[in-house]
């Protein structure tokens, strides 16, 4: 057979030799071989198949023939690796990785994916790979993972085909790991791309509704719903679940007028959903739930009796109908619906709980005692503690119940089952509830026994329980399968859960919002299903966010529901975001090490469950335990020698993290290598052709970056707490003695605390006093973070009974006037506090009151509220004259402009960046932990009259920092996180820890991260520099590359100041001279390739040219700085807005440009020359300007 030897993919074509083996096998009429080879035709078809089909290949319906051929060329593929004895082309893995993601076979997609991870060093320069193995992880839910395969794909290669899909899956990911800003700019991103998709423009949009919903801006979100309703053609299924979102949001939420009224508009909202799909139980449910608040029992009844109709049995729905029954004073039909919501979920905590409270109701605190022991085994139960105490309550009271009252009128719990109502009983719903109406005897003997204290203690200690049914998930035939999975993410109220499904259920399945996991008494939460163009991409995610009344999102955890609180961060630390993701990565080198036996040790049965329909986080964690499990054995039928012979061990536990390449993005290049431009450019010429779809700035390829893994070997524990580098001044002489800025700028020190550095300079700190400010400018605006006033060392959470790392705030404005007189008024508040305890403690000595005090103390929280007034802009020289010239008697290295500072050369401000800012605090004040943009420097001045208290880590564990965050759901670069002391102690981390007192100026050397919190009443003022310093421009790059990598701006336009810095800047540092020189060649190479490729596409450049300080800039829309070929739409060029874009995000909305000029600020010839003449200074220390700057 000739076929063999055309062969079509890379992998087939390594193959030759097996192929023509078989082939021979074929012609001897061998038929076993039959099935193992591949004709020409099936070669071809197969050529175009990877990962970038998936969700657009149909399998079920026309598909057939593709499904055939998949899996014949997998068996072939499988074959070849057989008889490969182990010597097999690593690409040979990746198809196959492909063709089982496209059969839907993620275990074996994962395994044969992770063999070509751990066979091939470049793996990341493979976007089809990265792709599909961000694909399989997505499925597992290994957000953590899948996150980071995408964003390689997108840094690799930002034109990718599927750039779309990425974007919505990781929008997806970032929603239901809280990072709602994450989230935002990828669904955005998602939405501008014209490309498709395997969800439509509408679904993306209600995602981004939801996205406010979800972050309690209910207006917003009820805005964006209703104007989605008023999109032409809207998808029946969109339409019915945008419906269904405003009428839960309605009930729940105080959005218009009285109880009645968003009653009202919640019922014709649900009624409306109802019309465009009346088969929804979860509306059904809803509109229940909405009748039974206003009283209206029959219609509630009647939309309950729906929703057991239209969907699978769901515990919250018999839940809900139990409390209706409850409320009609009909304790047995109560008891049976509670009891079918227990059977139907063992784990549905609502139901015990409202079961227990019936008991009591009816005297019968052994049952009750019980209920209430199997609510708190539940996983989600809420209240665990209150439960506790209620138990012991109840045991205590249960003897003096007993001897009183015999007779037990409900069955006890052992015969529950028994009684459980099917829906046959239901059929008699209303006949009952009628007749019951009235009453039997026996019933309101029961609510009329002499218990009416403890019903009255239960009601109001759990009515907000009653309300607060669970919903669980209705939406799967499995559910008495699953039900010993507690439904977690429906009780998770607040919380985000996932949903995945394998199969999908036609009718009752593809609800945007599955009918899953929302909470009774919150607002509905969402979630997706990205079910859009191709019908079998089922995952389908569920998340749920909001509170109570108010809905909670988790940085905002409501101190008046400890329990929701404690739900959420509970759920928080264990959601699918951190905990499957921790379990994957530990499980990954057990899959090829088998060291692990509580993996290797699941049972086989549990497989089929994993590719069933998981509900809950927990199951799908162990739907990736077992799945990867069965992906070792897949290997072993795939590679019949095992994997562990044949493995090369080392790279194999963490696949995508396991190298720090950051320092890859400026290799270090000695500058013989450095060619003239013109090489450079002749080189280009003969480049890859894909030059105009690869925006890349770097001459290769450059792997994506990656955080820091901690530094090895660990310090030891007693190393943890270093001293701070300090410096003592006398005088000005010692301030401007050149070694002090050696000292500062030494990357050994992460930290310098010039000590008394305005006294010796005379500086007068007074004009940043607040007095003087206001005296300067009242008016001036403050932008202020309320925030909690907590110990400087901990952060815990508003209800204090946990230390987290997150530690948002609210955000508002005011004055100076304003803020002055908080700041005033909460010193005054203070002093008479003070004096009031003095005179306490004096008029009672050692007593009583003195011990409580401290007791109280070791309960954390409540915490008290205070202000924060931050990120003052002080640029304006007419406005801050007097303060600004004050600062110019700093010593050159720490002013705010200098020759030496790399800010300076910018070119245009950017503020609080070259430009000073104030913050005026009260005690407690704090700013979170984090780096400077782009890694810079920064001078911080403390002027008093209180101190500061700082925490600095060395920029090298910026990994392990960074790590934490994610831990925590929370984003290193862009949330607010106080990291734990004791988690950083336990990782080895060092924290450098002093008081910055008035006078002292704090040196934050590059990328040290630090956090700061007032002792007392003061400001400080701050800005950043640049020293001209290998160190500082090699951190900054990094950074401005990891932004790119995380979607994050960056705020130091280094390819800009690169230039500038060529131009304006001698520079004696070889190694600072030769990592410029090799970015200014990445980026000519680039402008060349793009400019070049452009004019081939018969596209005109337009010469556009510069002002001399126009700022530098950054893509509207993705927000990457973009440098010279500015991508302008012919509207907003016409109407010299030009609003800029990058080529990628231009790309997206018009494919061949059709909508956009081309604009060019720099002549190729101009730049050619800045490069060739930028030259290493002879001088081997002093860095001069030139002239021209
Ligand atoms: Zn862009």
Same mark, same amino acid.
Request: net charge neutral; hydrophobic share 35%; glycine share 6%.
């Given at each position: ?6 062969s ?119 976007a ?19 996150i ?65 919903e ?16 008023q ?58 739930r ?51 919501a ?12 409202d ?24 996983k ?90 669970t ?52 607002t509905?939460?969402?979630?997706a ?14 998340d ?52 692990? +036996? !509580? /993996?290797? *040790? #699941?049972? %086989? =049965?549990?497989?089929?469950?994993? @590719? ?5 986080? $927990?199951?799908?964690?162990? +739907? !990736? /335990?077992? *799945? #990867?499990? %069965? =992906?070792?054995?897949?290997?072993? @039928? ?5 994997? $562990? ?8 536990? #963490? ?8 320092c890859?993005i400026?290799p ?73 800025h ?21 500086l007068?700190l ?60 909460s ?13 306490q ?16 103390r ?11 007034g931050?990120?003052?802009d ?29 800010l300076?050369?910018?070119g ?57 965050c ?5 984003n ?114 680039q ?13 005109d ?76 200074g ?12």
């Amino acid at each position: 057979m000739n076929s063999c030897g055309v062969s079509l993919t890379t992998a087939v074509l390594a193959f030759g030799d097996e192929a023509k083996k078989m082939a021979a096998g074929k012609a001897s009429g061998d038929s076993q071989e039959e099935s193992f080879t591949l004709t020409l035709e099936e070669r071809q078809a197969l050529g175009g198949m990877d990962s970038r089909l998936f969700g657009f290949v149909r399998l079920h319906e026309d598909g057939a023939r593709s499904k055939t051929l998949l899996g014949k060329a997998i068996r072939c593929y499988e074959s070849l690796i057989l008889k490969a004895e182990g010597k097999v082309d690593s690409n040979l893995f990746c198809q196959l990785g492909h063709f089982n993601l496209l059969l839907e076979d993620y275990s074996k997609a994962l395994s044969a994916y992770q063999r070509y991870y751990s066979l091939q060093d470049d793996y990341w320069k493979n976007a089809a790979f990265l792709y599909g193995l961000g694909l399989v992880y997505f499925y597992y839910n290994a957000f953590h993972w899948a996150i980071k395969a995408f964003q390689d794909v997108l840094y690799i290669d930002p034109s990718f085909c599927r750039a779309k899909e990425i974007h919505l899956r990781l929008g997806l990911m970032f929603k239901v790991n809280t990072d709602y800003r994450s989230s935002l700019k990828h669904f955005q991103l998602a939405l501008i791309d014209c490309n498709p998709c395997t969800l439509s423009s509408a679904e993306i949009q209600f995602h981004i509704a939801h996205l406010h919903e979800t972050q309690r801006k209910y207006h917003s979100a009820k805005e964006a719903y209703e104007q989605l309703l008023q999109t032409e053609n809207l998808p029946a299924q969109v339409k019915a679940t945008v419906l269904q979102q405003l009428g839960w949001m309605h009930h729940n939420m105080d959005l218009v007028g009285d109880k009645a009224t968003k009653e009202s508009y919640a019922i014709q909202y649900l009624q409306k959903s109802l019309e465009a799909d009346p088969n929804s139980g979860q509306s059904w449910y809803f509109l229940g739930r909405c009748y039974s608040s206003i009283g209206k029992v029959q219609d509630a009844f009647i939309s309950y009796r729906q929703s057991i109709d239209k969907s699978e049995a769901s515990a919250d729905t018999w839940c809900s109908i139990g409390v209706l029954y409850q409320q009609q004073n009909q304790p047995m039909d109560a008891l049976q619906a509670y009891i079918c919501a227990v059977q139907l979920d063992h784990g549905h905590a609502a139901a015990w709980m409202d079961l227990g409270t019936l008991y009591e109701s009816c005297n019968q605190p052994q049952d009750a005692i019980k209920c209430y022991l199997n609510a708190t085994r539940s996983k989600h139960c809420s209240n665990t503690s209150t439960l506790a105490a209620r138990i012991k309550f109840l045991q205590n009271v249960s003897d003096n119940w007993n001897s009183g009252q015999s007779v037990s009128h409900h069955p006890e719990l052992q015969q529950l089952y028994s009684l459980c109502l099917t829906p046959q009983k239901l059929q008699g719903l209303h006949k009952s509830q009628s007749s019951c109406l009235s009453g039997t005897t026996e019933e309101q003997l029961l609510f009329s026994t002499g218990c009416a204290q403890y019903h009255q203690a239960t009601s109001t200690g759990f009515k907000k329980q009653n309300e607060h049914l669970t919903l669980c998930s209705n939406s799967g035939p499995q559910k008495v399968a699953d039900s010993h999975l507690p439904s977690h993410i429906a009780t998770s109220n607040g919380q985000q859960g996932i949903i995945f499904t394998k199969e999908s259920k036609p009718s009752k399945h593809r609800s945007l919002v599955p009918e899953t996991s929302r909470h009774t008494g919150d607002t509905s939460n969402g979630s997706a299903d990205v079910n859009g163009l191709s019908n079998h991409v089922h995952h389908t995610i569920a998340d749920v966010v909001s509170g109570p009344n108010h809905g909670v999102s988790p940085n905002l955890l409501i101190s008046d529901n400890p329990q929701l609180s404690a739900l959420l961060i509970g759920k928080a630390s264990d959601s699918m975001g951190t905990g499957t993701c921790d379990k994957v990565n530990n499980i990954r080198p057990t899959v090829h090490t088998k060291t692990d +036996n !509580s /993996v290797v *040790s #699941l049972p %086989s =049965s549990a497989i089929s469950t994993a @590719t069933s329909s998981p509900k809950s986080t $927990e199951q799908t964690s162990t +739907n !990736s /335990v077992t *799945s #990867l499990n %069965s =992906s070792h054995s897949g290997l072993h @039928t795939v590679n019949g020698e095992g994997l $562990e012979n044949s493995q090369s061990s080392t790279k194999i536990d #963490l696949p995508l993290v396991s190298h720090r390449s950051a320092c890859q993005i400026i290799p270090s290049m000695s500058v013989s290598i450095c060619p003239s431009s013109a090489e450079v450019l002749k080189a280009c010429r003969n480049l890859g052709k894909n030059g105009l779809f690869n925006s890349c700035i770097s001459l290769d390829k450059c792997p994506p970056p990656r955080p820091p893994t901690s530094p090895y070997p660990p310090l030891p524990k007693d190393k943890l707490n270093p001293p701070t580098p300090s410096i003592y001044l006398e005088n000005k002489r010692d301030a401007f003695f050149p070694p002090l800025h050696q000292f500062c700028t030494n990357p050994k020190n992460p930290v310098t605390v010039i000590r008394g550095l305005a006294g010796a300079l005379k500086l007068d700190l007074g004009l940043f006093s607040t007095k003087t400010l206001v005296e300067a400018n009242n008016e001036h605006m403050v932008e202020v973070r309320t925030q909690l006033l907590q110990p400087s060392d901990e952060n815990w959470d508003p209800t204090g009974t946990k230390k987290i790392w997150r530690c948002e705030s609210n955000r508002s404005h005011t004055t100076i006037a304003k803020y002055a007189q908080y700041q005033a008024s909460s010193f005054q508040e203070s002093l008479r506090e003070e004096n009031e305890k003095r005179t306490q403690h004096k008029d009672h000595s050692d007593n009583e009151s003195t011990t409580s005090e401290n007791s109280g103390r070791r309960k954390k929280g409540p915490f008290k509220t205070i202000k924060f007034g931050t990120n003052i802009d002080l640029s304006d020289n007419k406005k801050w004259k007097l303060q600004l010239h004050e600062l110019t008697k700093l010593p050159a290295f720490v002013r705010v402009v200098s020759a030496g500072n790399l800010l300076s050369h910018v070119g245009h401000t950017i503020l609080g960046m070259n430009t000073v800012q104030l913050y005026m605090k009260v005690p407690g004040s704090r700013t979170p932990g984090h780096q400077e943009n782009n890694n810079f420097c920064s001078v911080n001045i403390n002027i008093g009259p209180g101190d500061c208290e700082w925490f600095v880590v060395p920029e090298d564990y910026w990994g392990v920092l960074n790590d934490f965050c994610e831990k925590n759901n929370l984003n290193f670069l862009m949330s607010s996180w106080w990291p734990n002391l004791e988690d950083l102690y336990e990782a080895n981390v060092p924290v450098y820890r002093f008081i910055q007192r008035p006078g002292d100026l704090v040196w934050i050397n590059a990328g040290t991260v630090h956090w700061v919190q007032a002792v007392g009443w003061c400001n400080n003022i701050a800005w950043n520099v640049g020293p001209l310093t290998a160190c500082q421009y090699k951190l900054a790059v990094e950074r401005y590359e990891w932004n790119k990598f995380q979607s994050v701006k960056s705020l130091v336009p280094m390819v800009h100041l690169s230039w500038n810095m060529a131009r304006n800047i001698k520079v004696s540092d070889p190694k600072l001279f030769e990592m410029i020189k090799y970015c200014l060649l990445k980026i000519l190479k680039q402008c060349q390739t793009l400019r070049e490729a452009l004019i081939a596409a018969g596209k005109d450049v337009i010469w556009h040219g510069r002002t001399n300080d126009e700022p530098a800039h950054y893509c509207s829309i993705c927000e990457v700085e973009v440098f010279n070929l500015l991508f302008v739409t012919i509207e907003s060029n016409t109407q010299k807005t030009y609003i800029v874009h990058c080529q990628d995000c231009a790309r997206k909305t018009s494919r061949s440009l059709e909508n956009f000029v081309v604009l060019e600020q720099y002549k190729m010839e101009d730049l050619i020359q800045v490069y060739d003449q930028f030259k290493l200074g002879s001088d081997r220390y002093a860095l001069s300007l030139s002239s021209s700057s």
